[in-house]
T-cell receptor
Framework: NAGVMQNPRHLVRRRGQEARLRCSPMKGHSHVYWYRQLPEEGLKFMVYLQKENIIDESGMPKERFSAEFPKEGPSILRIQQVVRGDSAAYFC????????????????FGQGTRLTVV | QKEVEQNSGPLSVPEGAIASLNCTYSDRGSQSFFWYRQYSGKSPELIMFIYSNGDKEDGRFTAQLNKASQYVSLLIRDSQPSDSATYLCAVNTNAGKSTFGDGTTLTVKP
């Protein structure tokens, strides 16, 4: 019973490079959420996706950040031209379809990707 | 005003005592409430959820919800050093995203 899988666990990028973070949801889960956690802070919602659809991207910065969840394969959070302020832990969570949920909304988190921009 | 506010902490209690963690939220349409535990450098781990007014108990943990006061709390009885972590309150309004508080760091001293 594999949980939410994120990779890489740690990612180092130089300023101006691109960062790609991957998230494979739990088996049977069709909803994916991305959160960012800065040091000593709580989790901030970024984007909510279902397969091939962005449902809510109200927490995404307007520039340089994008997310997708293709029909096949993992969800990808992409950060272009990274800056030092992008250094954070990025967590992905997944949940089942609405009708299969125990409660609205149980979500299970991956281990996170810790991005460091140097 | 933040959407979800928690005691800034840190909170320190002796081993065996009751730890009380508090959370208030601003959106009266909130439906589901969650407590996550996060150890340093690790991902959040769901420990309790509640969606009806009143108390919900699970082992040493009790979640309390008061929708009229827009208040949710977590009590940890017989606190252990292994309970030392940051506790995150999360509130879900719509089907989908959760809004998190900044967390309260709990230290249980042996």
């Amino acid at each position: 019973n594999a949980g939410v899988m994120q990779n890489p666990r740690h990612l180092v990028r130089r300023r101006g490079q691109e960062a790609r973070l991957r998230c494979s949801p739990m088996k049977g889960h069709s909803h994916v959420y991305w959160y960012r956690q800065l040091p000593e802070e709580g989790l901030k919602f970024m984007v909510y996706l279902q397969k091939e659809n962005i449902i809510d991207e109200s927490g995404m910065p307007k520039e340089r950040f994008s997310a997708e969840f293709p029909k096949e394969g993992p969800s990808i959070l992409r950060i272009q031209q990274v800056v030092r302020g992008d250094s954070a832990a990025y967590f992905c969570a997944s949940s089942p379809p609405a009708g299969a949920r125990l409660v609205n909304t149980e979500a299970f988190f991956g281990q996170g990707t810790r991005l460091t921009v140097v | 005003q933040k959407e979800v506010e928690q005691n800034s902490g840190p909170l320190s209690v002796p081993e065996g005592a009751i730890a009380s963690l508090n959370c208030t939220y601003s959106d009266r349409g909130s439906q589901s409430f969650f407590w996550y535990r996060q150890y340093s450098g690790k991902s959040p781990e769901l420990i309790m959820f509640i969606y009806s007014n009143g108390d919900k108990e699970d082992g040493r943990f009790t979640a309390q919800l008061n929708k009229a006061s827009q208040y949710v709390s977590l009590l940890i009885r017989d606190s252990q050093p292994s309970d030392s972590a940051t506790y995150l309150c999360a509130v879900n309004t719509n089907a989908g995203k959760s809004t998190f508080g900044d967390g309260t760091t709990l230290t249980v001293k042996p």
